[in-house]
DNA sequence: CTGAAAGCGCTTACAG
DNA sequence: CTGAAAGCGCTTACAG
């Protein structure tokens, strides 16, 4: 059915190996006599020659494939950084495989697993609670990866996240810049990092700007109970004497499904409770007031760890870790008077 | 580094035949020796031999991958459609691998051959515009496939569907049992069939109920200056005399773009103008009023459409085509009295 | 300038 | 019960 190397030599009556140069533009290198190219290069055209990649990628140990491991690739964040993943990746012929490991490192496992049997060039991976093993595993088979989004503090490795601690710092900030001084947030409950550091932003502004850190302030939620966690937190915000007039939320989940309840108790944003969402999303523009949120640099995430795993792909080089910057785009929600 | 079958043979001295036997659970069909068993199995783990599916697919002619083309994975569609797709193509062992067309066939056709030399086993596919010559391609060639979302009205060929053209009818007959009489509708200027099945819905329920069908309610705008067209479709609607007291948008970003206008002008929904809205998405709880919408079975689509395949890839059987029903989620914004 | 040969890691008839 | 051999489709030293 599908025309193979062979197929062309024997139509030509020519070894494959003179076929193989000439297809993969090595003629002149190889000093092909003109008119064999010629007849080569038709015959392929005639027999509608495709390389198998599959039969390339065993002689050669590379399948110029990406293996993409997330949480959740439904999740718009990540969707979106597939997105520009699957071009920067394109741009060097490689293509992408992805997986979601529902936040679970078993999973997470199990997908590595699967793509490393597949071959996969290298990872790059947003990595999930207790994933120190299979990283160190990656490490050791001398596997390149980057993480993406989030990482292990502790583990030398490369990796492109965001500036957490200041994106959180600065967030908080604002709002206190406009007047608010008892400032909620509803963070997970979780060992991850980098949200680990969202929340240390939010004490670190509170702190220097004198205002009292209080336990009650900071609720840390579940994320297999989210939507009921996150009542139960604005419910105590709101019993809180005096009660707390602006709420920090560290993702785009929290930050809708807060706003959905927020909507549901008919508070009136930013008047009664002044709100920073994290992420971009067509939901905090279709919110009664503009959601203001710290926006993530998704493009250069994107860019900056392909770049970054291809480089490690053609030579294991030294690390790389990155912290970049969010914008914090100001909107109505978090009160003050964005002057417009 | 990685140990291979010939690895594990050298190390127990026997032959890679054998030593593939076990690895593939053929030691009784082949009645390999009990302690000979026991220390190939040893071996492999000693080794902890991972098969190269690279070298299987090669021989077997199968990689165990789909092909996954959608018009964009970022798009929020999409991105669920990959998840459920990826779900249940693991439960058989496949993996997938996508790649986003942005609409046009160039990308399409550049997407599939990639693929193709890439030895999918098989794709699943959401057509661009003028996408035959790439279907029929396919279906020359025997390569299975399954369309979804989309499909060529004309091409038998599998696909999963929704019944366009009934959620149309369904969704617009729910504002004229609501009172609007002036229902204008918000569509793509475009070929693609299930698009221009939504308008049929929409004006067969005007004409069984004996409205109107004028030309200025239905208009079609251009995808790539998607924000300008809307206002200026939904500002000729508020100009005819009398203006337009309820929209029909047949699409996600529609909706959501079109409500992001609504806002700026302040209109009252449902008050002012009622509006049913497509697909799912947290933008729709957060406007102020809960937004009425078309709901997709997502979950559906995909589980059909990886079941469908992988029927088609073991053997190349009869075509399938499935047009499954939305179901019309009724909240505020469609008027009327939703009882609740 | 061109061909024969080996090999990537696996599987599978075929012998014995 | 086990091994030698061929082959999947390609690439690449090595000869000549």
Redesign the interface.
């Known amino acids: ?1 599908k025309a193979s190397l062979k197929d062309i030599a024997k139509k030509v009556g020519v070894s494959t190996a003179l076929v193989s140069y000439v297809i993969n533009g090595k003629e002149r290198e190889m000093r092909v006599g003109e008119e064999m190219v010629a007849r080569i290069k038709k015959a392929a055209r005639e027999l509608n020659y ?6 390339k ?2 002689k050669s140990g590379k ?1 110029l ?1 990406i293996g993409f491991i997330v949480a ?5 964040f990540f ?2 950084l ?2 520009i993943i ?2 920067e990746a394109k741009k060097s012929n490689y ?6 490991s529902d936040e679970t490192p078993e999973n997470a496992w199990n997908l590595m ?7 996969v060039d290298g990872f790059i991976i947003a990595p999930t609670v207790n994933s120190e093993a299979q990283i160190k595993y990656l490490q050791e ?2 596997i390149p990866f980057v993480l993406i989004d989030r990482y292990l503090p502790d583990l030398p490795a490369n990796y492109v996240a965001l500036d957490n601690y200041k994106a959180a710092f600065d967030a908080v900030s604002l709002l206190i810049r406009n007047g608010r001084r008892r400032i909620g947030m509803v963070n997970y409950d979780t060992s991850l990092f980098h949200l680990q550091e969202r929340s240390r932003g939010y004490k670190q502004a509170l702190t220097e700007n004198k205002l009292q850190v209080e336990p009650v302030l900071l609720q840390e939620i579940r994320e297999s109970h989210l939507k009921e966690d996150i009542k139960e937190a604005l419910d105590s915000f709101r019993a809180l004497e005096p009660p707390v007039d602006a709420i920090f939320f560290p993702s785009n989940k929290l930050t ?1 499904t807060g ?2 309840y927020i ?1 549901d108790l008919k508070l009136k944003v930013p008047d009664d409770i002044a709100v920073v969402g994290f992420d971009e ?8 007031c503009p959601i203001t949120y710290v926006r993530q640099p998704m493009a250069a995430f994107g860019k900056q760890a392909v770049e970054l795993l291809l480089k490690n792909i053609e030579s294991n080089k030294n690390i790389t870790q990155l912290n970049l910057e969010a914008t914090l785009v100001v909107r109505a929600s978090s009160g003050g008077m964005p002057d417009k």
């Not at 495709?50 to 039969?55: G, Y």
């Not at 959740?72 to 718009?76: A, L, Q, V």
């Not at 067509?282 to 009664?288: G, H, M, P, Q, S």
Request: a neutral charge; aromatic letters at 8%; hydrophobic letters at 35%.
């Open positions: 059915m495709q390389p198998n990649q599959i039969a990628s065993l399948t494939t959740d690739i439904s999740n718009t969707a979106n597939a997105r699957e071009d293509t992408v495989i992805f997986g979601s697993t699967v793509l490393l049997n597949r071959q088979k001398n809708v706003l959905k909507r999303t067509d939901a905090y523009d279709l919110f009664y």
